[in-house]
């Protein structure tokens, strides 16, 4: 359920009327229900009733300021991926010791600022990562608290560059390799070892991966235990999928009695990074039609919305319902809706059922919260689009629209180009 509804006939935010909102900031924008996020996040926590847990939100997924702070007064934790997310996490005043770091590639840097934050965990993806963090915290005279990512080997069903948890991808280490790995960092000095962790992919539609996954980690979990290792966090990784179209996934509440079944009485706290499931039915992205053209074998939509906006479709060939904003065209068309990108694949949807819309007119795209604004680019040196977000009768511009000054900063002509 979520926040974006039709009355007589014109869709609203909670309960302000979209048309407005893009009369004042102008198109395109993400919008987000305020909430729908809140609800969202409830729901997703409320689940584990009874449970002790700690629901860390997968930073990526959405990472502006005012959704971060919104969970983090919700008694949120954080899931990061990089030293700039800790960075956005600590400004939206999140408690270090609810952060959790996950990523392959995690810098020198990177695990310098985590160290000296006092993050709860990092979530350790290879040997020599464990050496480095080691190492590091050495140098920092503070101890790592590291739990090991576990590559489980399950198949999350889902697209192949969402799936995170089979052997032929880059993500964790392998079950067998894994046990190597935590009695290599239980003789680590400056390594204290705390958890274990998985993350299978995203966009997960049924529960099954998720059991696999736990079962593997919890066999994982025995086997530490008879080698004098106990651990302490259960990190399940996010990866709960939403409707975009006609998916069916579990409700978070069928998701969290398998997960807690699985558990069997265990006095383990448990972790969850969801994203998308939390964000992603919260925002939608509002575009305005700029033109309509007519070609010989395609009818297009031309929308000042398009890939660098919301990369999705591109990538994944995802699914978006595109929505009028004034509903009163009962004629249809089927259209590709495209964007102003000088690419083939910029699109937003193609040979979609569509109101016959006019230049001008206002369109959404639903489902837009989670992947959407963080996957942005300044592809074809186009200003990042705004970012607003609506509670009850009011709506707040969270991230300014970016202007031409903003493409260029940073940017300088070389003194040697006077040479
Ligand atoms: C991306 C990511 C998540 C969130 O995934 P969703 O599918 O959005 O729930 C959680 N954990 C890790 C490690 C991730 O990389």
């Known amino acids: ?44 926590n409320e689940a584990f009733e009874g449970i002790e847990r700690l629901v860390c939100f997968s930073a990526k997924a959405n990472t502006n300021l005012a959704v971060l702070k919104l969970f983090e007064s919700l008694g949120g934790g954080l899931d990061i991926v990089s030293g700039g997310e800790l960075y956005r996490g600590l400004k939206a005043g999140f408690s270090p010791d609810r952060i959790v770091y996950s990523g392959v590639g995690k810098r020198v840097d990177e695990i310098d600022y985590a160290l000296d934050a006092g993050i709860l965990m990092f979530n350790v993806e290879s040997l020599e990562e464990l050496e480095l963090i080691d190492k590091r915290a050495g140098l920092l005279k503070t101890k790592a608290p590291v739990s090991i990512r576990v590559n489980p080997d399950v198949d999350p069903k889902t697209h192949p560059y969402i799936s995170t948890g089979l052997k032929k991808n880059k993500f964790g280490i392998d079950t067998e390799t ?121 009818e297009f939509v031309i929308a000042d919305a398009g890939m660098n906006d919301l990369m999705r479709p591109t990538l994944y060939d995802a699914f978006h319902a595109i929505e009028p904003v004034v509903a009163t065209e009962n004629k249809t068309i089927t259209a590709d809706v495209v964007g102003p990108i000088c690419e083939t694949g910029d699109f937003l949807a193609l040979d979609r059922k569509i109101p016959d819309v006019k230049k001008g007119d206002l369109l959404v795209v639903m489902s837009a919260g989670a992947y959407g604004f ?46």
Not at 189 to 201: A, F, K, L, R
Not at 391 to 407: G, I, P, S, T, W
């Open 1 to 44: 359920m979520h926040h974006f509804l039709y009355r007589n006939n014109e869709l609203y935010c909670e309960d302000v009327p979209i048309r407005m909102i893009a009369e004042k900031v102008g198109t395109p924008f993400y919008l987000y229900s305020h909430a729908t996020l809140k609800r969202h996040f409830l729901i997703f």
């Open 178 to 298: 894994a046990i190597q790995a935590y009695r290599f960092a239980s003789k680590l000095e400056n390594i204290d070892v705390t958890g274990i962790d998985c993350h299978i992919g995203s966009q997960i539609t049924e529960a099954k991966p998720f059991m696999e996954a736990l079962e593997s980690l919890n066999a994982l979990i025995d086997e530490l235990k008879q080698m004098g290792i106990e651990i302490r966090y259960l990190d399940m990784g996010g990866g709960l999928g939403i409707t975009y179209n006609d998916e069916s996934p579990p409700h978070p509440r069928e998701y969290a009695r398998a997960i807690v079944a699985a558990l069997k009485g265990s006095h383990l706290k448990l972790i969850l990074e969801p994203g998308r499931v939390i964000v992603g039915n919260a925002g939608i992205l509002v575009t305005r039609v700029l033109y309509r053209k007519s070609g010989k074998v395609k």
């Open 374 to 419: 963080t996957m942005s680019s300044n592809y074809c040196s186009r200003p990042k689009a705004a970012e607003v977000m609506v509670k009850d009768n009011r709506f707040h511009v969270v991230k300014a629209r970016q202007n031409y000054e903003d493409l260029v900063v940073g940017e300088s002509i070389p003194p040697f180009f006077d040479d």
